[in-house]
Structures are given as C-alpha cells and as structure tokens.
C-alpha cells in the first residue's frame, strides 16, 4: 500500500467519508492534501483535512484509542512483536510504524 493508500484506510476505518486527494502533481514534495467528512462534528459542505496519520503521532493514538478494548490489547500484543523484529522499543517507533501495525491488525 502506498502512503496515500494507507492515510485513506485508516481514515475509512475511523469512520471518514467523501474523501478526496486536493493535492497538485508534482506541487507536493511528499504527503498530499485530502479532505474528508470526520466521522463526528461534520459540516454539510465543509470538508476538513484528513489527519495525517503517518507523519502525526498524536494522530495514531486517537485512532488507536478508539478502538474497542480488544482491539487495542491485540494492538499492543502485535505491536510488541513488531518492536522486537527491529530491535527497538515503543518509544523509538515512529507514527508511519504505528500506522503500519494498526493496519496490519485491521486486515488481520
């Protein structure tokens, strides 16, 4: 899955509609710019920019915080394993690798 394509799936999953990449070829080094309805507070006609998941570490914990208990408990139980593939700890990851895991469990 690209970036683009991970961004999108977290953001189906938590419940983000009519998402649309407003990005410019070639305008964006890296990233894009989406807009989607949020799953809470939307404005009809006013769609907000997506939450960049995998650059936001603040971003990846409310995703994972909203999940169900049992979800995050397998979070953490895959989240560890991943941690000791690469030989680090949870404070060393970053949010692309949270993202990762969170998907990883979703499409399990």
Same mark, same amino acid.
């Given at each position: 899955?690209? +970036?683009?394509?991970?961004?999108?799936?977290?953001?189906?999953?938590?419940?983000?509609?009519?998402? &649309?990449?407003?990005?410019?070829?070639?305008?964006?080094a &890296?990233?894009?710019? *989406?807009?989607?309805y949020?799953?809470?507070?939307?404005?009809?006609?006013?769609?907000l &920019?997506?939450? +960049?998941?995998?650059? =936001?570490? @603040?971003? *990846?914990?409310?995703?994972?915080?909203?999940?169900?208990?049992?979800?995050? *408990?397998?979070?953490?139980?895959v *989240? +560890? @394993?991943?941690?000791?593939?690469?030989?680090?700890?949870?404070?060393?990851?970053?949010a692309? =690798?949270?993202?990762?895991?969170?998907?990883?469990?979703?499409?399990?």
């Amino acid at each position: 899955m690209t +970036d683009t394509e991970q961004r999108v799936a977290i953001a189906t999953w938590l419940g983000w509609s009519c998402i &649309e990449d407003n990005s410019k070829p070639l305008m964006m080094a &890296e990233g894009s710019i *989406m807009y989607g309805y949020p799953p809470k507070g939307a404005v009809i006609g006013k769609k907000l &920019e997506l939450p +960049d998941f995998l650059n =936001d570490l @603040n971003a *990846m914990h409310s995703a994972i915080q909203s999940q169900s208990k049992e979800f995050r *408990m397998h979070f953490e139980s895959v *989240m +560890d @394993n991943y941690c000791a593939g690469k030989g680090k700890l949870w404070c060393e990851l970053e949010a692309k =690798d949270f993202a990762e895991v969170f998907l990883q469990v979703k499409l399990e």
